[in-house]
């Protein structure tokens, strides 16, 4: 019973001992992703999700009205232990504004995560790699000085948009990977 529950999972997040993929889109099971803006703060931004057959796409409009300026792209809770890991490698196609691939750990507090700021390119598919000791840690927005632990197991991956600029704004991610 066990061993079905194990596989089930590694073809959800296609795990092998070398890398861990979290394939999106209408054609993967992985469609459990949610979107937090700033209205929990009284901001007016807004973020959505649509499920492509290959890839999710993470759209909306960002507002600085009333405090706010984030939207953000959460993917679900999981264990992902980082200590076989060295990078992270991203597909996506964006407009030219720059996103947050953000990691929340284990403390269970979504207000402290670890951020690595990356750039996309109008309506170019890209495929980005981040180092894993390159994310630095976050608080209420703030950054607390601490680099992200490459032993460390996260529990949340996310794509949050906060640069800043208003107007509307799209990322489709077709795959996030760590190896």
């Known amino acids: 019973m066990n061993f079905k529950i194990v596989l089930i999972v590694m073809s959800l ?15 993967s099971e992985n469609k459990n992703w949610s979107i937090v803006n700033d209205g929990v703060m009284g901001g ?23 405090n706010g300026g984030f939207s953000w792209l959460k993917g679900p809770k999981t264990e992902i232990d980082l200590s076989k890991f060295a990078h992270v490698r991203l597909k ?33 598919w890209t ?9 630095k840690q976050k608080y209420f927005g703030r950054m607390t000085g601490k680099s992200l632990d490459e032993s460390a197991t996260i529990r949340r991956v996310g794509i949050l948009m ?3 600029n208003t107007g509307a704004f799209q990322i489709e991610v077709d795959y996030i990977e760590f190896f």
């Open 162 to 164: 906060n640069d800043k």
């Open 44 to 66: 007016l931004s807004r973020g959505q999700i649509n499920y492509e057959e290959e890839s999710l796409t993470f759209s909306g409009k960002l507002s600085l009205e009333n």
């Open 92 to 124: 996506i196609r964006g407009e030219g504004r720059d996103y947050d691939l953000t990691f929340e750990d284990n403390t269970g507090y979504s207000a402290l995560y670890f951020k690595h700021t990356f750039p996309t390119e109008k309506s170019v």
């Open 127 to 135: 495929t980005i790699e981040l180092p894993l000791s390159d994310f």
């Open 13 to 27: 997040f296609n795990i092998s001992s070398d890398s861990f993929k979290i394939d999106l889109g209408a054609a």
